[in-house]
């Protein structure tokens, strides 16, 4: 049965003697159950989510006036329909840090995106309402605004469509729907109030994604150690960095998804604004199976069953395929911004690299013996330590100011880690032919 022309769907997946299922009905309202008590529903962090983050001086709209920061682009990524304000960004970073938005008032949006974090959470996938476990790492805030798709899986087009989402996900905030958000906000006279200043109505569940997505777009990271050399002070960046970003242009092969001087890729953002497969997770899931249960189980561009499907199931291995349901765009991920990559740990979509060591030991190696959909780019590299240490030393330039003091920190707890824990590094791989690709199964 082709689910398409329903007009709800029931998604179900089993995790070990629970059968999880999630309906989701018309007009992108959604609920989720099982067939156990809820409490057993879901994983649950053995590291409970804490209190909701403090406004602090970090979570403040950021100044246009960064060294490298390209005004153009920036207006350019502002819709028409929603123009920045003073009032709507104040508006919106209240809401970011409201737990009302949440089914039972514990989780905000800075619960996974913590300014002091640089608008990550630290974990190695994030947790939400009740401690639930999710499927996904939590991609920074910071310059969210020049991605053309969000979320890993680029399931949504613009910061007010992602917005929404975790609102409604039940591992998240797990609201029942964006009407039981708005109207816990509408209740509130102050808000009320604001909401009438700012739109000219009363408050709407549209203009609360709207006063969101403004507050995200008012996060700009630029005016990095990088970006000074980048303007011509030669001093700004250590030898390392200097070398690193050589290698970073040639043998490391870094540019040919991060790139910044590429005339076919948007500058300054460090992306590609596309996907690829890079190897992560192909021999922890069978991904085949997973991809023929998904086209079974999931509409194709129904928005809120694909979000369940990434943030509760396994099926969120396939990555890009549950958006496109292309057979190349299997455990596809987004290329992810680098700046501040220092201080976002850890790494991937599934939070399974915990250093920046880790990374380029992944990529040095060309992992992925065994995926068929691998992205050609992916080779192995034959970096040697120096090499390595002077790429982390790149990517560790890239810190914003505000960011300094963690950058250092974080860098000096990664370099000794690395020193004792390599669960990457394959050195004879790194230095050996790149393996025949296995040709995809056929269908």
């Given at each position: 049965m082709?689910l398409?022309?329903?007009s709800?769907?029931?998604?179900?997946?089993?995790?070990?003697s629970?059968?999880?299922?999630?309906?989701?009905?018309?007009?992108?309202?959604?609920?989720?159950?099982?067939?156990?008590?809820?409490?057993?529903?879901f994983?649950?962090?053995?590291?409970?989510?804490?209190?909701?983050?403090?406004?602090?001086s970090?979570?403040?709209?950021?100044?246009?006036?960064?060294?490298?920061?390209?005004?153009a682009l920036?207006?350019?990524?502002t819709?028409?329909?929603n123009?920045?304000?003073?009032?709507?960004?104040?508006l919106?970073?209240?809401?970011?840090?409201?737990?009302r938005?949440?089914?039972?008032?514990?989780?905000?949006?800075a619960?996974?995106?913590?300014?002091?974090?640089?608008?990550?959470?630290?974990?190695?996938?994030?947790?939400?309402?009740?401690?639930r476990?999710?499927?996904?790492?939590?991609?920074?805030?910071l310059?969210?605004?020049?991605?053309?798709?969000?979320?890993?899986?680029?399931?949504?087009?613009?910061?007010?469509?992602?917005?929404?989402?975790?609102?409604?996900?039940?591992?998240?905030?797990?609201?029942?729907?964006?009407?039981?958000?708005?109207a816990?906000?509408?209740?509130?006279?102050?808000?009320?109030?604001?909401?009438?200043?700012?739109?000219?109505?009363?408050?709407?569940?549209?203009?609360?994604?709207?006063?969101?997505a403004?507050?995200?777009?008012?996060?700009?990271?630029?005016?990095?150690?990088?970006?000074?050399?980048?303007a011509?002070?030669?001093?700004a960046?250590s030898?390392?960095?200097?070398?690193?970003?050589?290698?970073?242009?040639t043998?490391?092969?870094?540019?040919?998804?991060?790139?910044?001087?590429?005339?076919?890729?948007?500058?300054?953002t460090?992306?590609?604004?596309?996907?690829?497969?890079?190897?992560?997770?192909?021999?922890?899931?069978?991904?085949?199976?997973?991809a023929?249960?998904?086209?079974q189980?999931?509409?194709?561009?129904?928005?809120?069953?694909?979000?369940?499907?990434?943030?509760?199931?396994?099926?969120?291995?396939?990555?890009?395929f549950?958006v496109t349901?292309g057979?190349?765009?299997?455990?596809?991920?987004?290329?992810?911004?680098?700046?501040?990559?220092m201080?976002?740990?850890?790494?991937?979509?599934?939070?399974?690299?915990?250093t920046?060591?880790?990374?380029?030991?992944?990529?040095?190696?060309?992992d992925g013996?065994?995926?068929?959909w691998?992205?050609?780019?992916?080779?192995p590299?034959a970096?040697?330590?120096?090499?390595?240490?002077?790429?982390v030393?790149?990517?560790?330039?890239?810190?914003?100011?505000?960011?300094?003091?963690l950058?250092?920190?974080?860098?000096?707890?990664?370099?000794q880690?690395?020193r004792?824990?390599?669960p990457?590094?394959?050195?004879?791989?790194?230095?050996?032919?790149?393996?025949?690709?296995?040709?995809?199964?056929?269908?």
């Amino acid at each position: 049965m082709r689910l398409a022309t329903q007009s709800s769907i029931r998604l179900i997946f089993a995790a070990g003697s629970t059968v999880f299922v999630v309906a989701c009905g018309e007009r992108g309202q959604s609920t989720a159950k099982s067939d156990t008590a809820a409490s057993a529903a879901f994983s649950v962090s053995p590291q409970p989510l804490g209190p909701i983050p403090a406004d602090d001086s970090l979570a403040r709209p950021k100044s246009l006036r960064q060294v490298g920061l390209p005004i153009a682009l920036t207006t350019s990524v502002t819709p028409k329909d929603n123009p920045q304000t003073p009032e709507k960004i104040a508006l919106g970073e209240k809401l970011f840090f409201e737990g009302r938005l949440s089914a039972d008032g514990t989780v905000a949006c800075a619960s996974c995106h913590q300014p002091k974090l640089a608008f990550t959470d630290g974990r190695t996938v994030s947790v939400g309402i009740r401690s639930r476990v999710g499927q996904r790492n939590s991609p920074t805030v910071l310059n969210a605004l020049y991605n053309t798709m969000q979320f890993w899986d680029g399931r949504a087009v613009t910061l007010e469509q992602q917005a929404g989402l975790p609102i409604v996900n039940p591992v998240e905030m797990g609201q029942p729907n964006l009407d039981s958000a708005i109207a816990r906000i509408a209740a509130i006279p102050e808000y009320r109030a604001t909401f009438i200043r700012v739109f000219a109505r009363p408050p709407s569940a549209t203009d609360m994604l709207r006063a969101i997505a403004s507050y995200e777009r008012s996060q700009l990271s630029f005016d990095s150690p990088f970006d000074h050399f980048m303007a011509g002070d030669s001093s700004a960046i250590s030898a390392s960095a200097r070398r690193g970003w050589v290698l970073f242009n040639t043998r490391g092969r870094c540019n040919l998804c991060h790139a910044l001087t590429d005339t076919a890729s948007r500058p300054t953002t460090f992306t590609d604004d596309t996907f690829h497969n890079i190897g992560i997770g192909i021999l922890r899931h069978s991904v085949v199976p997973l991809a023929r249960q998904a086209e079974q189980s999931i509409a194709k561009g129904d928005t809120i069953a694909i979000d369940q499907a990434a943030i509760l199931t396994p099926m969120s291995a396939l990555g890009r395929f549950l958006v496109t349901r292309g057979d190349s765009d299997i455990a596809s991920f987004k290329t992810p911004d680098i700046r501040n990559v220092m201080v976002t740990a850890p790494y991937f979509h599934d939070g399974s690299a915990a250093t920046l060591w880790d990374v380029i030991d992944h990529y040095n190696k060309g992992d992925g013996l065994q995926d068929p959909w691998l992205d050609v780019d992916i080779q192995p590299l034959a970096l040697q330590e120096k090499d390595i240490d002077d790429l982390v030393g790149l990517m560790a330039s890239l810190t914003s100011p505000s960011y300094r003091q963690l950058g250092e920190k974080e860098l000096a707890r990664q370099r000794q880690l690395s020193r004792t824990s390599r669960p990457q590094r394959d050195s004879a791989r790194a230095f050996g032919p790149k393996p025949v690709q296995p040709k995809p199964p056929s269908s």
